[in-house]
């Protein structure tokens, strides 16, 4: 693998970040709007996070609708791990935006593997925030994952 995993204390001194980590690595794209970071969990659960910085928003003043899809899609990944032995691409993404999301707000992505083949992860999940101690779903999702074979 081409990343380094870093504390994702390295990059931002943002106290909700504490105890994830990040890539840091060839990953120009991921490296430039995130940091995208993830925590793993005791049981076995992975948590993908950011901290919505100005940098993030559209003219509105809301998360741009691609930052987040790049979330997404920066989560699918980490999820689908345990159910890859290599690399792998993105074969389908569908989402639904279901709130706008602004500015020193607190992102989270949590999602489930619904079904594997030899071939495919198939996966669904919601990135969300809390407002008012409620949690609030900013995008709703469905992806594919398509495993590549390795080259011998």
């Known amino acids: 693998m081409r990343h380094t995993i870093r504390p994702a204390s390295d990059f931002t001194d943002d106290p909700r970040l504490e105890g994830y980590v990040t890539f840091h690595g060839d990953d120009p794209f991921e490296e430039t709007i995130g940091p995208f970071c993830w925590k793993e969990h005791k049981d076995g659960r992975t948590t993908c996070a ?39 691409v993105t074969l389908s993404f569908e989402c639904d935006f279901t709130s706008p999301a602004h500015e020193g707000e607190f992102l989270e992505c949590i999602g489930d593997v619904i079904h594997t083949t030899g071939s495919y992860v198939f996966l669904r999940g919601d990135v969300f925030t809390q407002r008012e101690g409620k949690r609030v779903v900013v995008l709703s999702y469905k992806a594919t994952i398509k495993k590549l074979r390795q080259k011998s």
């Not at 003219?59 to 791990?81: E, Q, Y």
């Open 50 to 88: 950011f901290a919505v910085e100005r940098r993030h928003l559209n003219d509105d003043g809301m998360v741009h609708g691609g930052c987040l899809m790049s979330f997404a899609d920066f989560a699918i990944f980490r999820f689908s791990k345990p159910y890859k032995n290599g690399p792998s």
